[in-house]
């Protein structure tokens, strides 16, 4: 079931996407609603599965320095085996599946060029990869993630 969300549903998840541990009173003040209103749309928004969670964000000082992603290309129906080791990096962080030139694309986090070369080495000898190929992340310009 998809949830309808309205403007103040829309409002709510803002907010606690800005900070999610704001309590149910602020988040009420913030929005001019009642506090019993907010309390029961929070709920009613954690049971549709719009809200799955609340996470910590970390701030660049707490951050991995290093970002890189890889572009991989597998063998045919190798997908399981591969996306287990990759599981298995601690410095991989997100992989998604693609369409077009690469298979997957896989977000990688690194204390420093050496773990950062070492698990782009063990992505490239992983068995069922065919190639890769890495971009180090140099700055960010904009970053809209939730």
Request: no cysteine; aromatic share 2%.
């Amino acid at each position: 079931m998809t949830p309808q969300l309205d403007d103040t549903d829309r409002a709510l998840i803002a907010a606690l996407q800005s900070n999610a541990r704001l309590p149910v009173a602020d988040l009420a003040r913030s929005l001019g609603l009642a506090r019993t209103t907010v309390q029961a749309r929070l709920e009613r928004l954690e049971r549709s599965g719009a809200i799955v969670g609340y996470t910590l964000r970390l701030g660049e000082a707490a951050r991995a320095p290093l970002h890189a992603t890889a572009l991989v290309n597998i063998e045919l129906r190798a997908g399981p085996a591969v996306l287990a080791r990759l599981r298995s990096l601690p410095a991989v962080q997100v992989v998604h599946t693609t369409s077009g030139r690469f298979d997957l694309l896989v977000q990688i986090a690194a204390q420093t060029t050496q773990e950062l070369d070492e698990t782009l080495d063990r992505i490239g000898e992983t068995r069922g990869v065919k190639g890769s190929e890495s971009l180090i992340h140099l700055s960010t310009k904009i970053d809209r993630r939730d």
